[in-house]
């Protein structure tokens, strides 16, 4: 609608005339799917809390990346106390050497999460599906 006030049909808003506010914009209702399974894998306490919380523990997904990340945090925890109770070797080379494979593998389940892939890991992602999938 045009305001020209030479228009025959243009009729101006009265003088007491309050423009109403701009409306903000919605607030997003959350983490999409992809970026909560992405956060599961920060620490195992956003993989806890997603398992917990009402809206991220219904999405199969979601869970599947949470158990994921916690059993993958067992099983480094684990490889990284046996490696260094080895004697010499395990501290300065298989201790090193673990770190940078599950630090790899830690960023790879990241990315994947992040791009909405189902990824599983040898072992441990069939007991992740199996657990989320109950």
């Known amino acids: 609608m045009d305001s020209n006030p030479n228009d025959p049909t243009y009729n101006p808003p009265p003088p007491e005339y309050i423009p109403p506010a701009p409306q903000p914009p919605p607030a ?6 992809n970026m909560a399974a992405a956060l599961a894998y920060v620490t195992i306490i956003p993989a806890i809390i997603f398992l917990v919380l009402e809206p991220y523990n219904r999405s199969a997904f979601i869970r599947f990346h949470s158990i994921q990340c916690i059993a993958f945090s067992v099983v480094a925890f684990v490889l990284h106390f046996v490696a260094v109770i080895i ?7 298989i201790s090193p050497l ?6 790899v ?12 892939e189902w990824y ?9 599906m199996a657990q989320a999938k109950a």
């Open 98 to 103: 673990l770190f940078l494979l599950l630090l």
């Open 105 to 116: 593998v830690w960023i790879v389940c990241v990315i994947k999460a992040s791009k909405g």
């Open 28 to 33: 997003a209702a959350g983490l999409t799917d």
């Open 120 to 128: 599983k890991l040898p072992f441990i992602g069939d007991f992740a």
């Open 87 to 93: 004697p010499f070797i395990g501290i300065l080379i």
